[in-house]
C-alpha cells in the first residue's frame, strides 16, 4: 500500500527558511519527487531523490532517507513568489506504475 | 514551445452526458497520465500510459475510459458523468517513469 504524509499549512516570513516534511509507507519504494503548485495552476517539478542524502538546487534542497520512509523539502531565502503547493509523491514502479501523491502543503510566505 | 496541451480548459456537464478530454504532448514521451485533484484529496491517477497503444488503470479509473492511439495524444471519455466527476483534471507526460512530469495546464470540469 501507498500512504503519504506531509502538513496541510505552513507560514514563513521572507527571507527566511523553511522546511517542509514529508513521510510516506510506500511497498517497493524507488524514489521520492517534489512538485510546486501555485494557486490556479499546474504543479511543477522541482526534486527527484532515489537516495539517501540531500540534494541541492540553488533556494531549494530536497533531503530524502530511505530507512526512516522520510523527506523534506528546503527553501531557503524566502521570496514572496515561493507561496505555493509543495507536492510530496512516492514513487514505485514495482510490478506497475505506482506514483503516490500527497495532499500537498500549502506555504504562505508572508512579509 | 507548447509541452502539454489540454483542451477543453473550461466545461459544465449534465449528469448523464458524455465528453471527452484531449490532451496533446509535442516532447516525444512515452509516459501519458491522467490525473484528477480534489480539494483536500490531492492528485490522484485515473489512467495511464507506456507508450503508443498501450493504456492501464491507476487508483481511480471508475466511470473512465481512456484511449491512446497516437504517441503524442491522450483522450480521457466519461462515458455518463456524475456529480462525484466534478474535478480538475490533470494530464502529464514524461520520457520514463521516473522522469520529471511535465502537466498541461488542468481542465475545469463540473457536473451539474
Known amino acids: 500500500g501507498q500512504n503519504i504524509d506531509q502538513p496541510t499549512e505552513m507560514t514563513a516570513t521572507e527571507g527566511a527558511i523553511v522546511q517542509i516534511n514529508c513521510t510516506y509507507q510506500?511497498?517497493?519504494?524507488?524514489?521520492l519527487f517534489w512538485y510546486q503548485q501555485h494557486a490556479g495552476e499546474a504543479p511543477t517539478f522541482l526534486s527527484y531523490?532515489?537516495?539517501?542524502g540531500l540534494e541541492e538546487k540553488g533556494r531549494f534542497s530536497s533531503f530524502l532517507s530511505r530507512s526512516k520512509g522520510y523527506s523534506y523539502l528546503l527553501l531557503k531565502e524566502l521570496q514572496m513568489k515561493d507561496s505555493a503547493s509543495y507536492l510530496c509523491a512516492s514513487y514505485s514502479g514495482a510490478g506497475s506504475y505506482q506514483l503516490t501523491f500527497g495532499k500537498g502543503t500549502k506555504l504562505s510566505v508572508i512579509p | 514551445n507548447a509541452g502539454v496541451t489540454q483542451t477543453p480548459k473550461f466545461r459544465v456537464l449534465k449528469t448523464g452526458q458524455s465528453m471527452t478530454l484531449l490532451c496533446a504532448q509535442d516532447?516525444?514521451?512515452?509516459?501519458m497520465y491522467w490525473y484528477r485533484q480534489d480539494p483536500g484529496m490531492g492528485l490522484r491517477l485515473i489512467h495511464y500510459s507506456v507508450g503508443e497503444g498501450t493504456t492501464a488503470k491507476g487508483e481511480v479509473p471508475d466511470g473512465y475510459n481512456v484511449s491512446r492511439l497516437k504517441k503524442q495524444n491522450f483522450l480521457l471519455g466519461l462515458e455518463s458523468a456524475a456529480p462525484s466527476q466534478t474535478s480538475v483534471y490533470f494530464c502529464a507526460s514524461s520520457y520514463a517513469a521516473e522522469g520529471e512530469a511535465f502537466f498541461g495546464q488542468g481542465t475545469r470540469l463540473t457536473v451539474v
Open positions: 516532447m516525444n514521451h512515452e509516459y
Open positions: 510506500t511497498s517497493g519504494f524507488n524514489g
Open positions: 531523490n532515489v537516495l539517501d
